[in-house]
């Protein structure tokens, strides 16, 4: 049910509103997820309740096929110890999603076993089993679109792997599967076809500036022992096989999904680590399972500790933690069975009376026309009833790069954009407060005015005739070095800016594998207080208000007229430097400084 908790529960109810709304994603709302985010989230809607259940039945049917298709019959107790570890220690269902395509890659290489297996008269049976294993591959992007990173290169090397061994209906047979489902699945879910390119060109941008934006440091030794564990795996695979065609296509496709699992864990490093560490050891009790070898038990016993340290690192009370989890899965399912089979209005009852509350508790006036919310808390907003008209990428944090930002920018200024905006000031990662939707500000400054506040929110209404651009003059365009300080011209005067800071090809090349070092801003105010930021490169490409700092609602308020209250917030010096190797990022970057009247 939607929670008061700004940030996630925001965008889990965001998602299943826009489906609602049948907002086209990829050009109406831009995230990392899609229409059927829902099986994902778990999230209850009642306009998007039964994509959830139908597509979530849908998988079920697809994931045990696979799974009792792939683990011979000696090892009858393994399918129960992998539901065990699901219902246990899964805490993000991407380990879940990322081992389908691992374990349909798995059939397809047990499918050619033999010279003559699939010449027998089996050859149809096999050929559609392949063809309906393939089609949750159509489904899984629509949930989140990410998943394709992992799905493409296997369904690609599936496609090679089937031609080499002449097998053309094979190989045939998963693109036809996969293009059919997926778009049998968008056209259910109210999307224009001609969207379908929109939304994947879309999860590009967002995938390109991730990493740079959204990563954080943890434990390395996490970092390291997934990738000894990793590589123990590999060694494991070339010793059982060799170096044939065949083996190095298991290699392939095991490489792929701990790649794919290392970066969705330890990229952001936090709780997402659990993910890395609940894949290796998937990973590890399938590689033995079809691959069974004296030193089989030795590598699980290493994945074993290894796991146990990443599950440990975020769940102190590690025992009664996977007790409660698991009576918590199953309860919750024959919990759900039972309402909605006797009490089938129970949840929509409970959806409308969460929402209720959380209008009390946050109130928000409902006000005539559209709204949007800044810089997330979508949440509160449909809990008020006010008519929701998100901009593209609708949590400010996630516009973090200069494309990205330009979008919401274009929105604002369209004839589409909302009649009221919900703002206030809040960022994730300590980042520097006006970068987040910062090139949207001067729309906001010219194109609305303020009316009052609702608790920590600036109700800003659009203006019947708004004003005209700002118009801006260059100050300077300089190149500066990281690490020094560069002064600031004493002007009573807002100061924005645009930065160019480019990685180096090391950093680029990290940021690829896996994460580079990331930036600081720090800013020298009148008093001589210093504050520091993490400083977001590819939003910064964007013109931000660089001075006066502006940390709250209130200080945005004063932006309309009352610059004097905020001349001890200007900044008089910045200095941008690296939090880690300064080898990831070039030596020098070019500064435009700007002033509007």
């Not at 047990?110 to 159509?138: A, H, K, M, N, P």
């Not at 998943?147 to 998963?174: E, M, N």
């Not at 931000?544 to 007229?561: D, H």
Request: net charge neutral.
């Amino acid at each position: 049910m939607p929670s008061s908790i700004p940030l996630d529960p925001s965008w889990v109810i965001g998602l299943n509103q826009a489906t609602s709304q049948k907002l086209q994603f990829g050009k109406e709302l831009i995230f990392t997820f899609g229409p059927y985010a829902a099986i994902y989230t778990k999230a209850f809607h009642p306009a998007t309740n039964h994509f959830e259940i139908l597509g979530s039945i849908y998988l079920s049917i697809l994931y045990i096929s696979v799974l009792l298709l792939v683990i011979k019959s000696e090892i009858r107790l393994l399918p129960l110890g992998i539901c065990l570890l699901f219902a246990g220690f899964i805490t993000h269902l991407d380990t879940l999603f990322y081992s389908y395509a691992l374990l349909v890659g798995i059939y397809c290489w047990q499918s050619v076993e033999t010279e003559d297996l699939l010449r027998q008269r089996g050859d149809w049976i096999s050929l559609l089993v392949i063809g309906f294993l393939f089609s949750g591959f159509g489904l899984y992007p629509l949930i989140k679109g990410p998943l394709f990173v992992l799905d493409l290169p296997i369904a690609i090397s599936s496609i090679l792997f089937f031609l080499w061994q002449r097998r053309w209906l094979y190989a045939a047979i998963i693109p036809f599967s996969i293009t059919t489902t997926i778009t049998f699945f968008w056209l259910y879910a109210g999307q224009n076809l001609s969207n379908l390119s929109h939304y994947f060109s879309s999860l590009s941008l967002l995938i390109d500036g991730f990493a740079p934006a959204m990563s954080t440091l943890g434990d390395t030794w996490e970092i390291f022992g997934y990738i000894g564990i990793s590589g123990l795996i590999a060694i494991y695979i070339l010793k059982s096989g060799g170096l044939g065609l065949r083996n190095l296509y298991l290699l392939l496709i095991f490489g792929l999904f701990l790649f794919v699992a290392f970066k969705a864990g330890f990229v952001r490093h936090d709780g997402h680590a659990l993910i890395s560490g609940e894949s290796l050891l998937l990973a590890a009790l399938l590689i033995v399972a079809i691959l069974p070898m004296r030193a089989g038990y030795f590598l699980i016993l290493l994945t074993l500790m290894v796991f146990l340290k990443i599950e440990t690192d975020y769940k102190p009370q590690l025992t009664n933690s996977v007790i409660e989890k698991i009576q918590r899965t199953y309860h919750s399912t024959w919990q759900g069975a039972k309402f909605r089979i006797w009490q089938p209005q129970k949840f929509e009852e409970e959806f409308k009376q969460t929402l209720y509350s959380l209008s009390q508790s946050t109130p928000l006036p409902k006000l005539k026309g559209t709204s949007d919310i800044y810089p997330f808390d979508q949440s509160n907003l449909l809990a008020s009833d006010n008519v929701w008209n998100p901009r593209p990428i609708f949590q400010s944090y996630h516009a973090y790069t200069e494309k990205l930002a330009s979008i919401n920018k274009a929105f604002l200024e369209g004839s589409d954009a909302p009649d009221n905006i919900f703002f206030r000031i809040e960022t994730i990662d300590g980042r520097f407060p006006s970068e987040d939707d910062g090139a949207s500000w001067p729309i906001l400054l010219t194109k609305y005015q303020p009316t009052g506040f609702a608790g920590k929110y600036l109700i800003l209404k659009k203006k019947t005739v708004p004003l005209p651009p700002l118009s801006t003059t260059l100050i300077s365009r300089t190149s500066q070095r990281l690490n020094d300080w560069v002064e600031l011209p004493n002007l009573d005067q807002q100061i924005w800016a645009s930065m160019n800071i480019e990685q180096s090809w090391i950093g680029k090349i990290k940021d690829l594998l896996f994460k580079s070092s990331p930036l600081v801003i720090s800013g020298r105010l009148e008093d001589g207080l210093i504050k520091q930021f993490r400083l977001v490169a590819g939003s910064a490409k964007a013109p931000f208000l660089l001075t006066p700092l502006i940390e709250n609602s209130q200080e945005f308020n004063l932006l309309y007229g009352d610059m004097k209250s905020l001349n001890g917030k200007r900044i008089k010096a910045i200095s941008i430097w690296v939090d880690g190797s300064q080898r990831d990022w070039q030596k020098t970057y070019e500064l435009s400084l700007i002033t509007n009247k």
